[in-house]
């Protein structure tokens, strides 16, 4: 079964870091790009950031930009995000996400998600 | 950044009946546009790709349409599952790719 697992979530305080991890299996985590979307309460989904095959690429939304680092271990089946300066409009459900179609052109949609972990901004 | 608007926000529809959901992206985005069905509490499960494939295992009661900057999900025949949010997604202009705001179908 094809899965992705997410975890480190939780609350941090504003100024804080942390780190998600997302665990990838039934399928070669290799062959795919990946990308990290969230979800703040009440809201539609946000594409955050991407990274290729091979980590060697990297694309990021502007609001977080220059505070989140997308990385990947492949030996390990394993994508990360690695978050610090956080404030209150990161408070979101973060999800671990496969990305399938077009390598070419990169025409990426997310065909796999994870379940979600949660990250609370907040003193 | 291509925004994406959906309408209309709620949708209410008896079971049994039909469902049109629609996506205007603010450019042209070719045929690059997703949609995702989202219940409470769960991740968005890719129902159609490439604005007109569904996804495996998605029901044929889903169907997608459309190209440039308008776009449609039609469920056919609306069942108690099918009560949820849409989002419509694009993916031919990144960064960043963009979500439409969601509409929400209800049990009329």
């Known amino acids: 079964e094809v899965q992705l697992v997410e975890s480190g979530g939780g609350l941090v305080q504003p100024g804080g870091s942390l780190r998600l991890s997302c665990v990838a299996s039934?399928?070669?985590?290799?062959?795919?790009?990946m990308s990290w979307v969230r979800q703040a309460p009440g809201r539609g989904p946000e594409w955050v950031a991407h990274?290729?095959?091979?980590?060697?690429?990297?694309w990021y939304v502007d609001s977080v930009k220059g505070r989140y680092t997308i990385s990947r271990d492949n030996a390990k089946n394993s994508l990360y995000l690695e978050m610090k300066s956080l404030g209150a409009e990161d408070t979101a459900v973060f999800y671990c996400?496969?990305?399938?179609?077009?390598?070419?052109?990169?025409?990426?949609?997310?065909?796999?998600w994870g379940k979600g972990t949660t990250v609370t901004v907040s003193s | 950044e291509t925004v994406m608007t959906q309408s209309p926000d709620t949708l209410s529809v008896s079971p049994g009946e039909r469902a049109t959901l629609s996506c205007r992206a603010s450019?042209?985005?070719?045929?690059?546009v997703a949609w995702y069905q989202q219940k409470p509490g769960q991740a968005p499960r890719l129902l159609i790709y490439?604005?007109?494939t569904r996804a495996t295992g998605i029901p044929a009661r889903f169907s997608g349409s459309g190209s440039e900057t308008e776009f449609s999900l039609t469920i056919s025949t609306l069942q108690s599952e099918d009560f949820a949010f849409y989002y419509c997604?694009?993916?031919?202009?990144?960064?960043?790719?963009?979500f439409g705001q969601g509409t929400k179908v209800e049990i009329k």
């Open positions: 996400a496969r990305d399938s179609g077009d390598s070419y052109y990169k025409y990426y949609y997310m065909d796999v």
């Open positions: 039934g399928f070669t985590f290799g062959d795919y790009c």
């Open positions: 990274i290729k095959k091979d980590g060697n690429e990297r």
């Open positions: 450019q042209s985005v070719r045929n690059n």
């Open positions: 490439d604005a007109s």
């Open positions: 997604h694009q993916y031919n202009d990144w960064p960043p790719r963009t």
